[in-house]
């Protein structure tokens, strides 16, 4: 047991023993990069003090709940522990050896500190310009900080158990520093990984990390080393340390100077590019000059960036590629789906895009990667052409669209490839086969809407009785030619597009647009429409109201003792909805089938008596008759009503396909669940749920050979999914050298603009959600969240308006936004950050800004 290691040591400690940041003081040491030198007081240093602490019944009475009143407690009792003997010797024998050092920095560096996954950055406390015989009561501060409340409530909050706490502490020559800063391998603002950041000013480097003076910052290119762009700050005051070893605050003598040269910007990169290659993955550091030497302070790796996947990936200084989450941008969520999921959502998009229409892999349009799925943006615009390229993707990532000046130069492909090719060919073909279902359409609407319903009922009927009775791969080839007429005739909704285009022509300058936009809503023929209607039935029915939870709910259903007319309302919801839901196109989410108990909880977050479905019915019911009293006087009331009654019935058959396909996928996850319980009952699998981690190849080659090994497939799957798992939200767009693009759009103060949804204004609190029913939305407030999909849809029943962080005219929030009638505003990105619960915001949904009003 080694109480204490010098920067100098021969020996790289364990993690467990110095913490993140002191190892790799040592290590940096070791190779020789200029660091001021110091010592780490190790765990084991602490342990005597940490048993003490966990021996109190105020330690136990953390670990059941944590609070900060009992960490406050846990602090106190820290603040009067004593050094034992061999504390006092270690600590003693290593300062003699640092008799040159006569003022210190103390800082903190716990085993959870700086990894690679998670970093507890400013959280413990640290002291600067500690003379060497205050060291003891600094120490002990030190240590006290691992108590607090903020740093046990974030490990809970990251999975972190806080039994396991630990703490080493860093003694380090403090310098007396001219200039000092922070610099970043890679652009923490952009993602970029072929730009350094540079943070720099006058005196200490605490100034910046304690966010009390703003810097100067200096982006660089790291291949051509060149300096792209230098905001020079206003650095009002800097720290200044004092031979008595006190910290000053003075004021600057030339605050809007630069702090660095431009020889010295490339001494700090050279830095931190050394590190950077030194570890093998990005870093952050802190520097600093000290009698024109630059010296490294402190080398972390940078948890917060985005990793690129390998295959997605060019080489420094080759030209780039640029990629667009495609699920990110229109399915509500931005989580990978599951190895199997991906396989057949794939099949999926090229079902739906038109076989051939949108090639995936090498030369085309879309990339199918570890459960992600993205456009290629640069050969969509060699491919199909800048400008259609650009409204193809503008319309889900707006930053696109804003910044296309700039994308289309710097990342369209050179070369036309054979898939690009043969994807115009299929364009054409498609093309023309789909002029006869929009001709038949509009010549005998009633008599087509009819057919489609017909032949919807029969997928369903057709879709339902697949059973497990033949390898997977037949099976999902069965259930996609099932499919398959219904994608074919998938246009059947544009006439229904082309009929409100009239009417709006119709009634051009007569100021009724509003009017028009509430004829668009709850449309009898969008079946995600008719599902919110079956939902609030349901919720209305009195024994649903007299059940008094979740498990009398849940009991009842599954011994079918509700009345006859509940259980057949309630089966035929099953029947047509049960497999709706969150992240309902990933074969391996389970279906509201599966648990009654979530049905339940949806039903009764439904307010049946102030609700925007009885509203918008109410609204559409007398804009009609408005309507038709003007068209009347224009003497274009059978233009009018025919053209309503194709919107009507015609248009919201757009939703058709998903939602069959959804009730498809579901029918499969039932299947897989089947063929993974044979798999477990073999041996092969550990868990039911693995076999959502095999590819659909794998699943089929096990049904035909029993000697076919799973388990190393399924390791070998997740291996690149782990080494993103840290990702909480994926950006909608990534270069292959890992820049992202923002949105640019500017508003006045206190305004939030981004892409107009469903017309309307309206005034009310927010309620920012991140799952649909972490808290009740309650009636008049306004739904803030990043996007939604059909399991958020009895929320939006409630919704007075809704602000949506990512999303296009077609995302889920924004088809049901229109349906209802509430005004929408999407693609405001970091809206759940800006707008905080109860805030009295205004969302205008005609012209796509939100402004957060001060009361």
Not at 321 to 349: N, P, T
Not at 401 to 413: F, G, L, S, V
Not at 563 to 587: A, N, P, T, V
Request: aromatic share 8%; charged share 25%.
């Amino acid at each position: 047991m080694k109480l204490i290691y010098s920067f100098a040591s021969s020996y790289i400690p364990k993690l467990s023993q110095v913490g993140g940041k002191g190892k790799a003081l040592i290590e940096t040491t070791k190779a020789g990069f200029l660091v001021p030198e110091g010592i780490v007081l190790s765990s084991d240093f602490f342990e005597s003090w940490l048993n003490e602490i966990k021996q109190t019944s105020q330690w136990s009475n953390l670990l059941r709940a944590i609070t900060k009143e009992k960490c406050d407690e846990l602090k106190k009792l820290a603040a009067k522990l004593e050094y034992t003997e061999s504390q006092d010797k270690e600590l003693n024998k290593y300062l003699n050896e640092l008799d040159e050092v006569t003022i210190f920095a103390v800082r903190s560096s716990s085993p959870e500190e700086d990894l690679l996954d998670i970093s507890f950055a400013g959280m413990y406390e640290s002291y600067l310009g500690v003379a060497k015989e205050n060291l003891k009561p600094a120490i002990l501060k030190a240590f006290a900080s691992m108590l607090d409340y903020r740093v046990m409530e974030y490990k809970n909050q990251h999975n972190t158990s806080i039994e396991t706490t630990s703490i080493a502490i860093i003694l380090q020559k403090q310098l007396a520093s001219e200039t000092s800063g922070i610099g970043f391998s890679l652009n923490p603002h952009n993602n970029c990984y072929d730009e350094i950041v540079v943070n720099a000013s006058f005196g200490l480097g605490e100034a910046i990390v304690s966010g009390g003076v703003t810097p100067d910052t200096y982006i660089i290119e790291k291949i051509k080393k060149e300096i792209l762009d230098k905001a020079i700050a206003d650095k009002s005051y800097g720290l200044w340390l004092r031979n008595n070893a006190k910290i000053e605050k003075c004021d600057n003598k030339r605050p809007k100077s630069s702090a660095l040269s431009d020889k010295q910007i490339f001494e700090v990169v050279e830095l931190i590019l050394a590190c950077e290659a030194h570890y093998g993955f990005p870093v952050d550091i802190e520097w600093a000059y000290e009698g024109n030497r630059l010296y490294l302070l402190q080398v972390r790796p940078i948890t917060t960036y985005i990793p690129l996947f390998p295959e997605l990936m060019t080489k420094p200084g080759e030209r780039k590629k640029l990629y667009v989450d495609i699920i990110g941008c229109s399915q509500g969520f931005s989580d990978q789906l599951s190895v199997l999921g991906l396989d057949i959502w794939a099949i999926v998009m090229d079902l739906v895009q038109g076989q051939g229409m949108m090639p995936a892999g090498e030369g085309g349009y879309m990339v199918n990667l570890h459960g992600k799925q993205y456009f290629d943006v640069s050969n969509m615009l060699k491919g199909m052409g800048s400008k259609l390229a650009i409204v193809t993707v503008g319309n889900v990532d707006l930053a696109i669209k804003d910044r296309k000046d700039e994308i289309i130069p710097e990342y369209k492909a050179l070369k036309v490839t054979k898939a690009m090719r043969q994807s115009k060919k299929a364009m054409i073909k498609i093309a023309f086969a789909t002029i006869p279902t929009i001709l038949k359409m509009i010549l005998n609407p009633r008599k087509q809407r009819t057919k489609y319903l017909e032949l919807s009922d029969q997928v369903i009927v057709e879709i339902k009785s697949l059973k497990n009775n033949k390898p997977f791969n037949d099976l999902v080839a069965e259930g996609f030619n099932i499919l398959r007429p219904i994608i074919k005739n998938a246009v059947a909704y544009v006439p229904g597009e082309l009929a409100i285009g009239r009417i709006k022509k119709m009634f051009r300058n007569t100021g009724l647009e509003s009017e028009i936009a509430t004829i668009c809503v709850d449309l009898a023929s969008n079946p995600t429409a008719a599902m919110g209607k079956n939902l609030l039935q349901l919720a209305r029915e009195p024994e649903l109201q007299d059940t008094e939870d979740c498990d009398e709910f849940e009991r009842k259903i599954n011994n079918r003792s509700y009345s006859k007319d509940f259980m057949q309302q309630y089966d035929k919801y099953m029947y047509l909805y049960g497999d709706r839901g969150f992240k309902e196109i990933d074969i391996a989410t389970p279906r509201i089938y599966n648990n009654p108990a979530d049905l339940y909880q949806q039903l009764t977050h439904i307010n049946i008596e102030n609700n925007q479905l009885d509203k918008a019915i109410v609204r559409k019911q007398m804009a009609y008759k408005q309507l038709r009293e003007v068209a009347k006087k224009l003497d274009k009331l059978s233009s009018f009503e025919k053209n309503a009654y194709i919107y009507e019935n015609l248009f919201g058959f757009r939703e058709t396909p998903k939602y069959l396909t959804a009730m498809l996928i579901g029918r499969l996850h039932a299947i897989a669940l089947e063929i993974g319980n044979e798999l477990v009952r073999e041996g092969r699998l550990e868990r039911v749920e693995q076999v959502f981690d095999l590819h659909l190849a794998e699943i089929t080659r096990a049904q035909k050979d029993i000697s076919a090994k799973l388990l190393p497939s399924i390791e070998s799957n997740l291996r690149p999914y782990r080494r993103v798992k840290h990702i909480k939200q994926w950006p909608l767009n990534i270069d292959s050298r890992g820049k992202i693009f923002y949105p640019v759009r500017k508003g006045a103060e206190g305004e939030l603009v981004g892409l107009a949804i469903s017309s309307g204004v309206v005034r009310g609190k927010a309620k920012v959600l991140n799952s649909p029913y972490e808290k009740p939305l309650l009636p008049g407030e306004i739904l803030v969240t990043h996007a939604t999909e059909p399991a958020w849809t009895p929320i939006f029943i409630n919704a007075s308006g809704v602000v949506l962080e990512v999303g296009g005219l077609l995302q889920h929030g924004a088809i049901i936004a229109r349906e209802y009638g509430i005004p929408c505003v999407s693609n405001l990105r970091e809206a759940t950050k800006m707008i905080k619960d109860g805030d009295l915001i205004e969302v205008d949904g005609t012209s796509g800004v939100v402004s957060i009003i001060i009361e």
